[in-house]
């Protein structure tokens, strides 16, 4: 999107959008995710123009009465990379561009993202989980695990494509377990874990309760926090 679209997309979500009670925020900033940081530079000219753009969204959203915006980019393979800000560094990484951007936080979307989902759910998970302890490393802003439930789009296409299987409540509980444990290993405040999602119903990965499950995958979530407190 170019400047002008991503002055009415902020304006109309604080508005809409963050003065709702129940909206997430951390230390009363609220948090906003990009899915694709990519495609935001590309629209908007460029890392410098994508700062100036996200620094007005900064100080729109505190001329509304919040202490400030909380800023979360979606980590996988869409993130560019760029030079340093430190004069003479010229090392080009992600890193220095979530840094220039002043994004705070980094979490996933969906496995799928960086982990081809074809098999079953545990050999998946392990994949994915793989990354995390490296992520945290590589970034200087805290890197939020996140949980899939699974991924089936199917029903979207007449040919068949990749697809989890053997996925269930209790071995999604036992990853939010995992999860949970990277959260206090890295003393993350505060205690976040994202989860795909809640009604991704196209995608086979979905918390919502339905006929199969019922309120299980609630119930997992539950569990794994009475189990780990």
């Not at 902020?10 to 694709?36: L, N």
């Not at 119903?201 to 407190?229: C, F, K, M, N």
């Amino acid at each position: 999107m170019d400047r002008r679209t991503f002055d009415i997309v902020a304006d109309r979500v604080i508005e809409c959008f963050f003065t709702h009670p129940s909206y997430y925020k951390i230390d009363g900033k609220p948090v906003f995710s990009t899915y694709d940081l990519t495609n935001l530079i590309k629209g908007l000219g460029g890392i410098e123009a994508t700062r100036e753009a996200l620094d007005s969204f900064r100080g729109k959203a505190r001329a509304a009465g919040f202490p400030d915006l909380h800023l979360q980019a979606i980590l996988w393979g869409l993130i560019p990379e760029s030079v340093s800000l430190v004069p003479g560094d010229r090392s080009r990484t992600k890193n220095n561009t979530i840094s220039a951007l002043g994004f705070d936080s980094l979490t996933n979307y969906q496995w799928c993202h960086y982990v081809r989902p074809n098999g079953p759910y545990r050999e998946w998970a392990e994949k994915a989980l793989a990354s995390w302890d490296g992520w945290a490393k590589e970034f200087s802003v805290p890197f939020y695990p996140h949980v899939s439930v699974g991924w089936d789009t199917n029903p979207r296409f007449q040919k068949l494509c990749d697809l989890i299987t053997d996925n269930s409540p209790e071995i999604f509980c036992e990853y939010m377990q995992r999860a949970m444990a990277f959260v206090d290993k890295r003393k993350l405040s505060p205690r976040l874990i994202t989860v795909n999602a809640w009604n991704e119903w196209s995608e086979s990965s979905y918390l919502e309760p339905d006929t199969v499950y019922g309120l299980r995958y609630l119930e997992a979530i539950r569990s794994a926090l009475s189990q780990h407190r």
